[in-house]
């Protein structure tokens, strides 16, 4: 699976697990509907879901005019995947992370979701530079 797929992949399962409260697990066998599973995909999910108090408190200090339960679910899931890329994996440079989650808004988002993703990962990578 290319990376660009297991990004897909975990958008979905992270976004089950926030709003349809589903284990982990379960919505990482549900998105790859019967295929091997991505250790890549596995590392996102499970990252994002690790360390997601450090991401979100990240998340709000960088979000102007916005809290972080007010941003569009798909939205919110898209930045975490990209600040956990960004904060602790550091074979993926952040310009690749942040492309990876400006692509995913423009297809799971609405119209504004890429710009508004774009700009508050603008921001934490200035401050994790």
């Keep these: 699976m290319k990376r660009h797929t297991a990004r897909e992949k975990a958008l979905q399962a992270l976004f089950q697990v926030d709003v349809g409260g589903i284990e982990p ?5 549900n998105v790859v509907e ?7 995909l596995e590392t996102l999910v499970f990252g994002v879901i690790e360390h997601q108090d450090e991401i979100d408190e990240l998340l ?3 979000l102007e005019k916005w809290t972080l339960e007010r941003v569009a679910n798909v939205d919110r899931s898209i ?3 990209a600040v956990f890329e960004m904060k602790y994996l550091d074979d ?7 492309d990876e989650a400006v692509e995913l808004a423009k297809v799971f988002g609405d119209e ?6 774009n700009g508050v990962l ?8």
């Design 112 to 117: 504004k979701s890429g710009r508004f993703v």
């Design 25 to 29: 697990k379960e919505a990482i066998a």
């Design 60 to 62: 709000r200090t960088h």
């Design 122 to 129: 603008a921001k934490i990578k200035e401050a994790l530079s």
């Design 79 to 81: 930045l975490r995947i």
């Design 34 to 40: 019967g295929e091997e599973i991505d250790p890549f």
């Design 92 to 98: 993926i440079p952040f310009s690749v992370s942040m």
